[in-house]
């Protein structure tokens, strides 16, 4: 079956930009969407089909995809933005994909 | 404002069947460019979809779960359901319900409820 990898951990400096990244055969077909998700919350929707952004997530989250890695970025990362990140997508039957998720630590 | 809330046991025996139930409010669950899912997150863990379904009825289910799953939904309610038999250990988790487009993306999710499997 299709699968996602994320690297499990990435930190980033107040202030920085980080990219969190997710990498998978079905992501050069599917679009990648990501999921904030803070300790005892249920996991938010920041970006959906590769690059679009929600109502309401801040501006500072966008996405991109090449080839079979989708990333997501945030550019001047605040203290509010540590958490764990998911990506999800669709394999070629319908099921939906997660990956193993990114915790991301702002320093 | 589309909002999700499941509700079931808390606690169920090794062996037996694990039920939930995803109430939506605020819109339809009958819309066409949606699919209603349910995702869960063991302790410590990531999150693993479980199974979806279409209002029509068609159904999708995550191929290591499938033998065990059923997803149900009920129009006239507004409601969709999880099963999950011959439960273990290894199924307690959070369960979380949502809707999903075809893409995948998951835009409204339910609080989520976590479901312990002991004796």
């Known amino acids: 079956s299709s699968e996602l990898t994320q690297d499990p951990v990435v930190s980033v400096a107040l202030g920085q930009t980080v990219r969190i990244t997710c990498q998978g055969d079905?992501?050069?077909?599917?679009?990648a969407s990501w999921y904030q998700q803070k300790p005892g919350q249920a996991p938010v929707l920041v970006i959906y089909?590769?690059?679009n952004r929600p109502s309401g997530i801040p501006d500072r989250f966008s996405g991109s995809s090449s080839g079979n890695t989708a990333s997501l970025t945030i550019t001047g990362a605040q203290a509010e933005d540590e958490a764990d990140y998911y990506c999800?997508?669709?394999?070629?039957?319908?099921?939906?994909?997660f990956g193993g998720g990114t915790k991301l630590t702002v320093l | 404002q589309l909002q999700l809330q499941e509700s079931g046991p808390g606690l169920v025996k090794p062996s037996e069947t694990l039920s939930l139930t995803c109430s939506v409010s605020g819109g339809s669950i009958s819309s066409s460019n949606y699919c209603w899912g349910w995702i869960r997150q063991p302790p410590g863990a990531g999150l693993e979809w479980i199974g979806s379904i279409y209002y029509s009825g068609t159904t999708y289910y995550n191929p290591s779960l499938k033998s065990r799953v059923t997803v149900s939904v009920d129009t006239y309610k507004n409601q969709f359901s999880l099963m999950l038999s011959s439960v273990t250990a290894a199924d307690t988790a959070v369960y979380y319900c949502?809707?999903?487009?075809?893409?995948?993306?998951?835009?409204?999710w339910g609080q989520g409820t976590l479901v312990t499997v002991s004796s």
């Open positions: 089909d590769k690059d």
């Open positions: 999800n997508s669709r394999d070629s039957t319908g099921d939906v994909l």
């Open positions: 949502a809707r999903h487009a075809l893409s995948g993306a998951l835009d409204y």
């Open positions: 079905n992501l050069r077909n599917y679009y």
